[in-house]
């Protein structure tokens, strides 16, 4: 199987600019999270959505926002954006199994503001 | 909401020595406990994890260990080679709940 797919990989914005990261989860997960990785915060749980729903939802402002595709492919949206937000977004892919769920990591996309 | 707590912050250890990363977690309602480990530049990688109704899994050199009743689990690795370098995440959540609060992180450093 793939692995979760994010694009793109590496991108640099200006201040007061938005962006559009996407994600495409392994085949057959219906459940896309989001993380935002920087060296002062850690990584830090943005939200979730299952079946185009977001079932939950982390401490970050408005600007921050997601949706989820029928097909479960996942954007997340930064609008107005600032320098604090350059990190490492993460996007996670999940499926629950007999035991529980298992969730796994893309590569990240690596956004700067400059 | 959950809070983990990762000791130490960084490891410099010997080869062919054991390495031990300690998590504590505030939330007593969390069941569901991986660690992740993630090389410079790369994705966190999930290594091994474990759930509430076992105390230890095991998986070759990685070993994991939970103590519900004192909200603690530890991550053993033995016989560490230069490969093992890397910073090591623990995480929490509840079963269902998808959303994972993390540590700060170990940077361990393998020593040849």
């Known amino acids: 199987k793939a692995g979760v797919t994010q694009t793109p990989r590496y991108l640099i914005k200006t201040r007061g600019q938005q962006v559009t990261l996407s994600c495409s989860p392994i085949s057959g997960h219906r459940s896309v999270s989001w993380y935002q990785q920087t060296p002062g915060q850690g990584l830090q749980f943005l939200f979730e959505y299952f079946s185009e729903t977001q079932r939950n939802k982390g401490n970050f402002p408005g600007r921050f926002s997601g949706r989820q595709f029928s097909n479960s492919r996942s954007e997340m949206n930064v609008s107005t954006l600032e320098l604090g937000d350059s990190a490492l977004y993460l996007c996670?892919?999940?499926?629950?199994?007999?035991?529980?769920?298992?969730?796994?990591f893309g590569e990240g996309s690596w956004l700067t503001v400059v | 909401g959950e809070n983990v707590e990762q000791h130490p912050s960084t490891l410099s250890v010997q080869e062919g020595d054991s390495a031990v990363i300690k998590c504590t977690y505030s939330?007593?309602?969390?069941?569901?406990f991986p660690w992740y480990k993630q090389e410079l530049g790369k994705r966190p990688q999930l290594i091994i994890d474990i759930r509430s109704n076992v105390g230890e899994k095991k998986d070759q050199r990685i070993a994991v260990t939970l103590n519900k009743t004192a909200k603690h689990f530890s991550l053993h690795i033995t016989e560490t080679q230069p490969e093992d370098s890397a910073v090591y995440f623990c995480a929490a959540s509840r079963s269902n709940d998808y959303k994972l609060s993390f540590g700060a992180g170990t940077t361990v450093t393998v020593r040849a």
């Open positions: 996670a892919s999940s499926f629950s199994g007999a035991t529980g769920n298992t969730i796994y």
């Open positions: 939330d007593s309602a969390s069941n569901y």
